[in-house]
């Protein structure tokens, strides 16, 4: 299967900062990545759908301007969380769209985990 | 009504039993079928893909679709402690090179193999 790793892994930050989460699809060209958010015990809930070269398309109640996304390349989303407070700490997953040979199926990253102070 | 159905849990059996998941849903455009495996504070795993309907199998995982009854499944034999972990169905319509399709997620169930 393909690979689409996260960096970081895990991060704690300061109430009010901003943090940025990579996702980089390894071994595949992406058009489409995703980005997922999940509480403990709870299903994944998208987040926003990123596009390569466009805006993102954000799912109804996800604030734009706090989640920023840009998908500069074929292999990269990033995904920046803007002054963050503590009710953002969650563990973020992003997805990579691999549409190859008449295929259509999503690889994850393996998470990254916010804890916001 | 949501377009993916999939039955929380939590599902425990026997280390050796045959487990049985599946999802129901509603939109008959689905044709990609997947079945992904997620460990705790980890990324989902791709498990299982199948187009249309049909049975596919890989080693003790069975895949199986029923199109006319709108319903998948995922069969485990033998299944291991190692297996336990939360289970979530996935499945798309085709949409040619459009991105606009999303792949719909199941909300997951939890399933535990006791030793």
């Known amino acids: 299967g393909a690979v689409v790793s996260q960096h970081p892994s895990w991060v704690i930050c300061k109430s009010g900062t901003s943090v940025k989460i990579e996702c980089r699809s390894l071994?595949?060209?992406?058009?489409?990545m995703f980005w997922y958010r999940q509480f403990p015990k709870q299903s994944l809930m998208l987040m926003a759908t990123s596009n390569e070269g466009s805006k993102a398309t954000y799912e109804q109640g996800v604030e734009k301007d706090k989640f920023l996304i840009n998908h500069a390349s074929l292999t990269l989303s990033t995904l920046t969380v803007t002054s963050a407070h503590p009710e953002d700490s969650s563990f973020y997953i992003c997805?990579?769209?691999?549409?190859?040979?008449?295929?259509?199926?999503?690889?994850f990253g393996p998470g990254t985990r916010l804890t916001v102070l | 009504q949501k377009e993916v159905e999939q039955d929380p849990g939590p599902l425990s059996v026997p280390e050796g039993a045959i487990v049985s998941l599946n999802c129901t849903y509603s939109?008959?455009?689905?044709?990609?079928f997947m079945w992904y495996r997620q460990y705790s504070r980890k990324g989902p795993e791709l498990l299982m893909y199948?187009?249309?309907?049909g049975n596919k199998e890989d080693g003790r995982f069975t895949a199986q679709v029923d199109k006319s009854s709108k319903y998948i499944s995922l069969f485990i034999r033998d299944s291991q402690p190692s297996d336990s972990a939360t289970y979530l169905c996935?499945?798309?319509?085709?949409?040619?090179?459009?991105?606009?399709?999303?792949?719909?997620f199941g909300s997951g169930t939890r399933l535990s193999i006791r030793p």
């Open positions: 939109n008959s455009a689905f044709q990609y």
């Open positions: 996935a499945m798309s319509e085709p949409h040619g090179d459009s991105s606009a399709s999303k792949i719909i």
């Open positions: 997805s990579a769209r691999d549409r190859r040979l008449g295929a259509d199926t999503q690889y």
């Open positions: 199948t187009y249309s309907s």
């Open positions: 071994d595949f060209q992406a058009t489409t």
